[in-house]
């Protein structure tokens, strides 16, 4: 199940994105934590982060969080 972001979330989850690849985390890492930091939800799945996101199975397989 994906989560829907407003136009604002998704301009914040862009910049905040690349905040945090700026102070050295990976692109995926750095938009999982974005995302987390915009949602107004207390707890968000594996799947739903993934899904959201856009990422593949295969590739979201070896974050670490």
């Known amino acids: 199940?994906?989560?829907k972001l407003t136009k604002k979330q998704v301009n914040l989850l862009l910049r905040f994105t690349q905040a945090h690849k700026n102070l050295g985390m990976t692109p995926a890492l750095a938009k999982v934590v974005a995302?987390?930091?915009i949602v107004d939800c207390d707890k968000l799945s594996f799947e739903e982060i993934r899904i959201t996101l856009g990422f593949s199975k295969i590739s979201s397989?070896?974050?670490m969080f």
Request: hydrophobic letters at 55%; aromatic letters at 0%.
């Open 1 to 3: 199940m994906s989560i």
């Open 61 to 63: 397989s070896g974050l």
């Open 35 to 37: 995302l987390l930091t």
